[in-house]
């Protein structure tokens, strides 16, 4: 049962422009959402989080949103760079529950 | 400062044999999570280690299993092999108190013929 979902399979964006990843998840109970971004034979590094006290989270060009009553999230890059190119996850947790429940990703391309 | 590491990077098993894959949290961490990642997928949980025992576990059989060692470092066992079993899998590490902040290790990458 997939819980957190990214529609998206790929986002390609000019440089210097801006880019949204969306993510949307089922389950009412999740109270903690993160943002990774992963680069080829690398590990998922961590981005940027979000308490869901909270409706926005910034952090230098990297901003997520949270609209719970839609359950859903989104990330913004602006200006985007051709550093950004990679994998996104979108994850969330829930309070006492150490376990991370990830979307499918979503592979953004930045053109020059 | 050391982050996560995982070894070995790459593996090639065939199918009811029997794997372990290694891994050190980053400096500091005492949690270690287990995740595996099929190809066009997010990564899914397995089970998370905790003061050298199973804390949480995902959905999977028990033919995968885990060990923690006293200074933190970790393995995953998987048993029976089957060809499903192929993917990349990663270990995180993360402080009990911290907030689900995991931090990722490179991931080894196992391919069951």
């Known amino acids: 049962d997939q819980q957190v979902k990214q529609n998206s399979p790929s986002l390609s964006v000019q440089e210097g422009r801006i880019s949204i990843l969306n993510c949307d998840y089922t389950?009412?109970?999740?109270?903690?959402f993160l943002w990774y971004k992963k680069y080829p034979a690398e590990g998922p590094t961590f981005l940027i989080s979000i308490s869901s006290i909270k409706d926005k989270n910034e952090d230098g060009r990297f901003t997520v949103f949270l609209n719970k009553s839609a359950k859903h999230l989104s990330l913004h890059i602006v200006p985007s760079q051709p550093g950004d190119s990679a994998v996104y996850f979108c994850a969330a947790s829930r309070s006492n529950d150490y376990k991370l429940s990830f979307g499918a990703g979503t592979t953004v391309t930045v053109r020059a | 400062d050391a982050g996560v590491t995982q070894s070995p990077t790459h593996l090639i098993k065939t199918r009811g044999q029997q794997v372990t894959l290694r891994c050190s949290p980053k400096s500091g961490h005492d949690t270690v999570s287990w995740y595996q990642q099929a190809l066009g997928q997010g990564p899914q949980f397995i089970f998370q280690y905790y003061e050298e025992e199973e804390r949480q576990r995902g959905n999977f059989p028990d033919r995968f299993s885990g060990h923690q060692f006293p200074n933190y470092s970790s393995e995953l066992n998987v048993n029976a092999l089957l060809l499903g079993d192929s993917a990349l899998y990663l270990c995180a590490s993360s402080l009990i108190a911290g907030y689900n902040e995991q931090f990722f290790g490179p991931g080894t990458r196992l391919t069951v013929l």
């Open positions: 389950n009412s109970m999740f109270d903690y």
